[in-house]
């Protein structure tokens, strides 16, 4: 929908209205942080994903065919999350864009995803660090 901001038709206004009638009755669903978190050894965790060439963006008017989209989720997890069957985890923030480069490959559209979605991890790992006061350049 974000994509068909500037040349909406009505069928995009069903579907906008079709997307809020779903998250309206899906309100009471919400996400809780537990508090089984150990916040002195949390990891991040970053997951990215990317498609390649489905995308339409309009730019300026213009009908640009052949976008990559792009998505990431930032999470906190306790230190033995890559070797635990299961684990909780902390949802920090998430995204999904268009790319704004033309991806030649399907490699380059998911290398393209992970680079941002690992400089985002980096950047709220280091927002959560100075918050608590132990910021340094020695990573």
């Given at each position: 929908?974000?994509?068909?901001?500037?040349?909406?038709?009505?069928?995009?206004?069903?579907?906008?209205?079709?997307?809020?009638?779903?998250?309206?009755?899906?309100?009471?669903?919400?996400?809780?942080?537990?508090?089984?978190?150990?916040?002195?050894?949390?990891?991040?965790?970053?997951?990215?994903?990317?498609?390649?060439?489905?995308e339409i963006e309009y730019l300026r008017g213009m009908e640009m065919k052949y976008r990559s989209q792009q998505g990431y989720m930032c999470l906190?997890?306790?230190?033995?999350?890559?070797?635990?069957?299961?684990?909780?985890?902390?949802?920090?923030?998430?995204?999904?864009?268009?790319?704004?480069?033309?991806?030649?490959?399907?490699?380059?559209?998911?290398?393209?995803?992970?680079?941002?979605?690992?400089?985002?991890?980096?950047?709220?790992?280091?927002?959560?660090?100075?918050?608590?006061?132990?910021?340094?350049?020695?990573?």
């Amino acid at each position: 929908l974000q994509t068909r901001n500037n040349n909406a038709v009505i069928a995009d206004s069903r579907e906008c209205n079709r997307v809020l009638e779903t998250a309206f009755q899906n309100a009471h669903n919400c996400m809780y942080l537990s508090p089984d978190l150990d916040w002195d050894n949390a990891i991040m965790v970053t997951v990215t994903d990317a498609s390649f060439c489905n995308e339409i963006e309009y730019l300026r008017g213009m009908e640009m065919k052949y976008r990559s989209q792009q998505g990431y989720m930032c999470l906190l997890a306790n230190p033995g999350f890559l070797n635990a069957e299961e684990s909780i985890i902390h949802p920090m923030c998430w995204g999904s864009t268009v790319i704004k480069r033309v991806c030649g490959s399907t490699f380059m559209a998911e290398t393209d995803a992970m680079k941002g979605g690992h400089a985002r991890g980096d950047r709220l790992r280091a927002a959560i660090v100075d918050a608590r006061g132990l910021l340094s350049t020695d990573w």
